[in-house]
């Protein structure tokens, strides 16, 4: 089955310890993007890939990181979490043609 | 830089009716996608439907289809004979056409759709 596979869904953490949020696609897509969704914002941009070991910084990327080592891979690293990054994170991938993303189901992260 | 507004926070309507959501986009870019994506309870993102910009024929998918009107920068998507499993939060998102640039799904701020029984 072709999809988006996220992980944790859910993660509750502290202030300051570095965590990891993993996803990897079966697709074969070459674009994947990380989005943070919170209430009347909708979903906005962290980091997006166009390819392996190519990245660069969407509208919100301040406290994040990201890598593609690999084309079906791309985990978000938050450094040192603050309060201010609970929030629903998605990861997603796409093919060139506009085709649309396809979504994995997200993970409820909760910084205390 | 393109902006998504979806003016109505909430909407209902009755089992087996017709509604239609709302979407307006501004841009400069001459090609580029719709797509409107719905949100369940269970915070699934899953794709409704797809319009490209260059084709005047508005997109149909079974219940769903969309109002496309180009100059007036307008996508609104229309549900005929609704049913409880729509039940959702809607989003309107624009993306430009692919350019080997960022190919980023800009979104509005949602709506949310209650189907009455």
């Known amino acids: 089955e072709a999809q988006v596979t996220q992980n944790p869904r859910y993660l509750i953490t502290v202030t300051g310890k570095k965590l990891t949020v993993t996803c990897s696609q079966n697709m074969n897509h070459e674009y994947m993007s990380w989005y943070r969704q919170d209430p009347g914002l909708g979903l906005r941009q962290i980091y997006y890939?166009?390819?392996?070991?190519?990245?660069d910084k969407g509208d919100v990327p301040e406290g994040y990181k990201v890598s593609r080592k690999e084309k079906r891979n791309f985990p978000l690293i938050l450094e040192s979490p603050s309060p201010n990054q609970t929030s629903l994170y998605f990861c997603a991938s796409s093919y060139r043609d506009g085709g649309g993303y396809t979504f994995g189901s997200g993970t409820r992260l909760t910084v205390v | 830089a393109q902006t998504v507004t979806q003016s109505q926070p909430e909407m209902s309507v009755q089992e087996a009716e017709t509604v239609t959501l709302s979407c307006t986009y501004d841009?400069?870019?001459?090609?580029?996608?719709l797509f409107w994506y719905k949100q369940p309870p269970s915070r699934q993102m899953i794709l409704v439907i797809r319009q490209e910009a260059y084709k005047q024929q508005n997109a149909t998918e079974n219940r769903f289809s969309v109002n496309f009107q180009k100059a007036a920068k307008s996508f609104s998507l229309k549900i005929s004979d609704s049913q409880l499993g729509d039940t959702a939060m809607y989003f309107c998102a624009f993306m430009k056409g692919f350019t080997g640039a960022n190919s980023k799904l800009t979104f509005g701020k949602g709506i949310t759709l209650s189907v009455r029984p």
């Open positions: 841009t400069s870019e001459n090609n580029y996608y």
């Open positions: 890939s166009m390819n392996v070991e190519v990245t």
